[in-house]
């Protein structure tokens, strides 16, 4: 949040931090930002989450789920920020939420806080993320796959195993981001990206990228993983790890090796590696695709909410 409210945040933005305490302890945290806008001769005021996109489903985005902080399982510091919202409502007309996860404590404590309030309030699905529960060996999670995926992971190992001359080399902590950046674009040149979709080849996905990778660096959860072909490079997956979680950010392959699934074979190597290293959940991110769900049953849902102020 801190990388993009320094390199990415749009003009219009008032920063907006709440922050809940108890005694000397800080036990919450809103990250908003307040945007004010004229329509029809209106002043009209609304609140957002700090990284919020204008759309949920954006490529653009940095994040496949937003909401306030608060301890596991401890709603209070989101309810004391609804009273702050009830006590200030003259400074705001109203509030718009995206992509708020499924189960979020900010969806359902906001939610019935509207309704407490008298606020109009509306929620709507926005897209599904597709995540894999890792249950800890990788032939455990292997039969808990489709016999066909199942079937053709191994095709596909067997071919590249014959094939020879295959390389998985993994970056987890550091390194030089502009080189880093340049064989990721590298590999995107030779992608579908390079004639359609949000590539690095646009400077300003390079900068997002940038400014990404080094924040994963900082907090020491980087996860960037390369396949390379007899000293060549064809494939990429650029991730964030934090606890036990990782989540998928960016991901491309060179098309010229398409028939071996390259992308397919990085990815099996990862879960493999995050199983052995006790992580247990894996969020491939943004939409749940077929492609996708080959990998997993599981989808949670993300959502937008609005809630309207009695405001003019």
């Not at 690095?200 to 996905?205: H, I, K, N, Q, T």
């Not at 960037?224 to 392959?253: H, M, P, Q, T």
């Not at 943004?286 to 809630?307: H, N, Q, R, V």
Request: proline content about 4%.
């Amino acid at each position: 949040m801190t990388g993009w409210w320094e390199q990415e945040c749009p003009p219009g933005r008032e920063l907006l931090v709440l922050l809940a305490e108890e005694g000397d302890a800080l036990t919450g945290i809103a990250p908003l930002v307040k945007i004010t806008n004229r329509f029809a001769g209106l002043r009209i005021r609304r609140l957002e989450l700090m990284t919020m996109g204008m759309y949920a489903y954006n490529p653009r985005n940095i994040s496949a789920s937003l909401e306030m902080f608060s301890g596991q399982g401890d709603h209070r510091p989101i309810d004391a920020f609804a009273a702050h919202l009830s006590a200030s409502r003259d400074e705001w007309d109203y509030i718009r939420f995206h992509p708020l996860p499924e189960g979020s404590q900010t969806l359902d404590r906001l939610s019935a806080w509207a309704k407490a309030e008298g606020f109009g309030c509306h929620v709507r699905p926005v897209f599904a993320n597709a995540v894999i529960d890792l249950p800890g060996e990788m032939e455990t999670y292997l039969k808990s796959l489709s016999p066909t995926h199942r079937k053709n992971i191994r095709r596909m190992e067997n071919a590249i195993r014959r094939e020879g001359g295959y390389t998985v080399t993994e970056v987890t902590s550091s390194g030089d981001v502009p080189s880093l950046l340049g064989r990721m674009a590298d590999i995107e040149s030779h992608s579908w990206k390079a004639s359609g979709g949000v590539g690095l080849s646009r400077s300003e996905v390079m900068a997002s990228t940038g400014w990404q990778v080094r924040a994963a660096i900082a907090l020491g959860g980087l996860e960037l993983w390369f396949l390379g072909k007899d000293g060549k490079e064809i494939a990429f997956n650029l991730s964030i790890r934090y606890g036990n979680s990782v989540e998928s950010l960016r991901a491309s392959y060179d098309s010229a090796f398409r028939d071996l699934s390259p992308g397919n074979h990085l990815l099996t190597r990862e879960l493999s590696s995050y199983m052995e290293r006790g992580i247990s959940r894996y969020n491939l991110m943004w939409g749940d695709f077929d492609y996708k769900l080959k990998w997993t049953s599981k989808i949670e849902t993300c959502y937008e909410m609005y809630i309207f102020n009695r405001t003019p």
